[in-house]
């Protein structure tokens, strides 16, 4: 019920009542308002239903729903929500479900046009709605919109194989084009959790795929190592290990699995397919969309493509400057490129932050990266794990962290070590990276090079 979605309830009952107020209720009753129910009035027990009958002669018509319960322990009040209207403007604060955020971006990807003549209507009626009150302070609001200068930069050459693409307006597409270098697929299979996709949907869409996986530059089996199979009553781990082991016991090893999603509420199946198969199974996977499936419409497989090469070692394409070596500050001298961010629960949410790394691991080049991904504590803007020293049992100082790792590994995969460290974070947090009080952010660069 949404009413319990809320933490603080704001209610104003009908007009029918006498003295009509404003409060906070915390809670719902677990028992409906027509069943157990009730308080003692002036010693005889009485039940809410009667109460509302005696006291304002109201004939409560919802008696199968339950009651918003309120007062305190000694003394509870119980007000059933027919009698009950919810405050205009309260910030919702729990999670959305799929459908309301679908609906959210489909509300706001606006084309800026029509984003600038919504904002001036919106502003508009701002403004007419509170020019009495700014007039009394002598403030006129400007009714053109500010301008700041901008321009246009050009957009990087994109090299494929044997081809140079010049983006247009943020955009292009791989018709006619060979991946920079492909990936070889010997074994793969397909799982269906989709009741809405049937067979031979899920073999068109297996027959096309390596199909024009041949036409793009891919190397991918068009025989199956396991026959497609179909789960759609939630026992994933016991569909992943059928489909693993069919294929061990034909000889074939899996390296991909293309798994086919419902369309919508897949929230918690994506996360259970990832973890069984990526981090337990050692399997890389791919999903779809039910409804993409069943078009199977050649963009649509070429975008899917382009992920499945990225993720097998293949790698889908240079910027052209980057195969030139053209590269300012970073094709001069070895380069480590990180990026780092934090993400932090919704209000409500008593769950940890979330930071995450991406480093550069091929220079002179920058299109492969490895990540680390972690918890920490709730709320803090700074990395915990960035760098740390301490003492080992016989009094040796030991050094570690995410930095210490990526370095390391950089220099593992390159034969070098960065000369040069471009280490992007998200502009708000700009003020706390730069206050030296913060003993981990001092110096990052030589202490990880210890």
Known sequence: MILSNYQALLVRPFEEMSGSWTA?????T?????????????????????????????????RGFPAIEAG???????????????????????????QQRSGLLNLTC???QDRRERTKVIG????DSTAKDAAEFGIQINTLMTEVPGRVLPP????????????????????????????????????????????????????????????????????????????????????????????????????????????????????????????????WTQCCLADHVKKCRPDYIANVILKINAK????NSLLVDEQKKQLPLISDVPSLIIGADISHSRVGDDGPSICAFVASMDWPFFSKYEAIVQTQKRGSEIFDDLYWEKDDEQGRKQTGGIFKELLSSFQERCNTKPERILYYRPLKLLAGLINPKHHKLRNPRRRGLE
């Open 24 to 28: 906070n209720f915390p809670k719902m």
């Open 30 to 62: 677990p028992s409906v308002t027509e069943c157990d129910l009730g308080f003692d009035s002036n010693g005889v027990q009485l039940s809410v239903v009667d109460y509302f009958q005696q006291q304002y002669k109201l004939t409560l018509r919802l």
């Open 72 to 98: 305190t322990k000694e003394k509870k009040k119980y007000i059933p929500i027919e009698l009950c209207r919810i405050q205009m403007d309260q910030p919702y604060i729990k999670a959305l479900t799929e």
């Open 110 to 112: 606006l084309h800026p």
């Open 124 to 127: 508009g009626q701002l403004r």
């Open 156 to 283: 990087p050459k994109i090299m494929y194989k044997s081809y140079e693409e010049n983006p247009r307006e943020g955009a292009w597409n791989m018709r006619g084009k060979v991946i920079w270098r492909g990936a070889k697929i010997s074994s793969w299979a397909v799982i269906n959790f989709s009741k809405f996709v049937p067979p031979q949907a899920v073999q068109n869409f297996s027959n096309k795929l390596p199909e024009l996986c041949k036409t793009y530059g891919v190397l991918m089996n068009p025989n199956l190592a396991a026959p497609p199979a179909t789960e759609i009553n939630g026992n994933v781990e016991g569909v992943v290990k059928h489909v693993i082991d069919s294929a061990e016991r034909n000889g074939n090893p899996l390296e991909l699995i293309l798994c086919i999603m419902p369309q919508q509420e897949n929230k918690h199946l994506y996360a259970t397919v990832k973890r069984l198969c990526e981090l337990e199974f050692g399997v």
């Open 312 to 315: 097998l070692g293949g790698q």
